[in-house]
């Protein structure tokens, strides 16, 4: 059995890795972050309320009034927990650090979960003659937004090499 004093333990380069962690300068993260912009969550809800409106619409017109109801019903479960959901990523006890971020996000995503069970329920109850089908029908399409948001993203910009 071979063992490793412990000093040199955590001291094992693989020949593979560069020697040295050089870090970015700050006009080099200005420059990253610039290059790579953020999808705000607040486009995602607005994606949302226009497509479950569309949604809602077309179902009005096609199929008439009530399935139309049970389609709204779909899309407030997902638009109003997901408005919950970026108020709170987007406030600015989320960004105090990189830990309560963290766990503001997981928070976040339970309330959101929590808040849309409860809607579906609650849409069982308010809209008499509910259409399961037609719900779920604009639940889905509202969710799918999400998809469409990473596949229209802006293009990332070409990064100039600061060090030149």
Not at 103 to 129: C, N, P, Q, Y
Request: charged share 15%.
């Amino acid at each position: 059995m071979v063992t490793i004093p412990p000093s040199k333990a955590y001291n094992i380069e693989l020949d593979n890795e560069p020697p040295d962690f050089v870090p970015l300068t700050r006009l080099q993260a200005q420059a990253l972050a610039k290059a790579h912009p953020a999808i705000s969550p607040w486009w995602v809800v607005l994606g949302q309320v226009g497509v479950g409106s569309l949604a809602t619409l077309v179902a009005g017109l096609v199929f008439g009034e009530l399935v139309a109801k049970s389609v709204a019903c779909g899309v407030l479960a997902v638009v109003l927990p997901a408005a919950l959901f970026a108020r709170g990523l987007t406030s600015q006890f989320a960004r105090a650090n990189v830990g309560v971020a963290v766990m503001s996000f997981f928070v976040w995503e339970l309330v959101k979960i929590v808040m849309t069970i409860g809607l579906l329920f609650a849409a069982h109850r308010l809209v008499k003659d509910l259409n399961w089908l037609a719900m779920l029908v604009g639940l889905i399409v509202t969710l799918k937004v999400y998809w469409l948001a990473l596949a229209f993203k802006r293009k990332p910009k070409p990064v100039q090499n600061i060090n030149a």
